[in-house]
Nanobody, 124 residues
C-alpha cells in the first residue's frame, strides 16, 4: 500500500495558476503509475492526468490538455500537477492516486491507493 498526501490547493482567480503536489510513502514509488482525478460538487470523480512509472509517458483528459502538466520526481517520491489558465469549471477536490505500473491509468478502478484530496476553487 502507498500512502499519499496532496497539498497546494487553494483559491485562485480565473486565468491563474496553481501547482498541486502529492507526496508518497510506504512502497517503492517508481513501481507505480500515478494519476490525478477530480470531483466537483454533486458530480462523479473524473480522470485528469496520468504519468508512467518512469515519467516518460503522460496522458490528459481533453478538458485540461494544453493547460495542465503532470510530472514526477522518483527520487523525491512526489508527483505534481501544474495547472495554468484555470477556469471556474476546474473547481473541484483534486485527488492523487497510485496504480500498478502496467495499467493504462485512465480509469478510476485501475487505482488502488488514494490521497485525501485537496480543494481547488477558481473564482470568476
Amino acid at each position: 500500500q502507498v500512502q499519499l498526501v496532496e497539498s497546494g490547493g487553494g483559491l485562485v482567480q480565473a486565468g491563474g495558476s496553481l501547482r498541486l503536489s502529492c507526496a508518497a510513502s510506504g512502497r517503492t514509488f517508481s513501481n507505480y503509475r500515478m494519476g490525478w482525478f477530480r470531483q466537483a460538487p454533486g458530480k462523479e470523480r473524473d480522470f485528469v492526468a496520468t504519468i508512467s512509472w518512469g515519467g516518460g509517458i503522460t496522458y490528459y483528459a481533453d478538458f485540461v490538455k494544453g493547460r495542465f502538466t503532470i510530472s514526477r520526481d522518483n527520487a523525491a517520491n512526489t508527483v505534481a500537477l501544474q495547472m495554468n489558465s484555470l477556469k471556474p469549471e476546474d473547481t473541484a477536490v483534486y485527488y492523487c492516486a497510485a496504480a500498478p505500473k502496467r495499467v493504462q491509468g485512465r480509469a478510476e478502478y485501475e487505482y488502488n491507493d488514494w490521497g485525501q484530496g485537496t480543494q481547488v476553487t477558481v473564482s470568476a
